[in-house]
T-cell receptor, first 114, second 115 residues
Framework: NAGVMQNPRHLVRRRGQEARLRCSPMKGHSHVYWYRQLPEEGLKFMVYLQKENIIDESGMPKERFSAEFPKEGPSILRIQQVVRGDSAAYFC????????????FGPGTRLLVL | QQQVKQSPQSLIVQKGGISIINCAYENTAFDYFPWYQQFPGKGPALLIAIRPDVSEKKEGRFTISFNKSAKQFSLHIMDSQPGDSATYFCAPFSYSGGGADGLTFGKGTHLIIQP
């Protein structure tokens, strides 16, 4: 029973490029959260999605960041025109039920912007 | 405004000793209090959690103590082992918000258990 999968595990981009991070939730899970972790910091909530719906994006920067969770396929976190400050570890977590505290985390994608 | 304050930032404990990590919160809407364990290069994993209707919960060597009036909860690791060396996060959660804002993580405690 595979856990939450994220790819790529490491991503290097130059300033101004686009970064696309993918998250496949656990089998049977239809709720996905994205978090960002800066060095020496805790994880910060970014966005909460259900299939085909964004439920809460209050933690996501208003510009350059977007997320989707289509009916088929993984959830995507997209960062356009990346800047050095976007360098961080991005984690997704999935759950079975809406608003549940039991979230299972993936291994994360480490984004480095040169 | 920091909703969750975790201490200490780092902790070194001898093997066999007791590791204690504290978490203070401000949001009285929190009603689920977990601790997560994170190893380098990995995502956080739920270690132990408590609900506000009890003051203590024990699972093996791990114990959560909860003080609702003080708005604090702590993690105790008994007989600490080198394999417990990791970063620990408190991450309280509010059901009343529908979970829409996810878990609120503290900044983490780097725990090192010396052999």
């Amino acid at each position: 029973n595979a856990g939450v999968m994220q790819n790529p595990r490491h991503l290097v981009r130059r300033r101004g490029q686009e970064a696309r991070l993918r998250c496949s939730p656990m089998k049977g899970h239809s709720h996905v959260y994205w978090y960002r972790q800066l060095p020496e910091e805790g994880l910060k909530f970014m966005v909460y999605l259900q299939k085909e719906n964004i439920i809460d994006e209050s933690g996501m920067p208003k510009e350059r960041f977007s997320a989707e969770f289509p009916k088929e396929g993984p959830s995507i976190l997209r960062i356009q025109q990346v800047v050095r400050g976007d360098s961080a570890a991005y984690f997704c977590a999935s759950s079975t039920l809406a608003g549940t505290e039991t979230q299972y985390f993936g291994p994360g994608t480490r984004l480095l912007v040169l | 405004q920091q909703q969750v304050k975790q201490s200490p930032q780092s902790l070194i404990v001898q093997k066999g000793g007791i590791s204690i990590i504290n978490c203070a919160y401000e949001n009285t809407a929190f009603d689920y209090f977990p601790w997560y364990q994170q190893f380098p290069g990995k995502g956080p994993a739920l270690l132990i959690a408590i609900r506000p209707d009890v003051s203590e919960k024990k699972e093996g060597r791990f114990t959560i103590s909860f003080n609702k009036s003080a708005k604090q909860f702590s993690l105790h690791i008994m007989d600490s082992q080198p394999g417990d060396s990791a970063t620990y996060f408190c991450a309280p959660f509010s059901y009343s918000g529908g979970g829409a804002d996810g878990l609120t993580f503290g900044k983490g405690t780097h725990l090192i258990i010396q052999p």
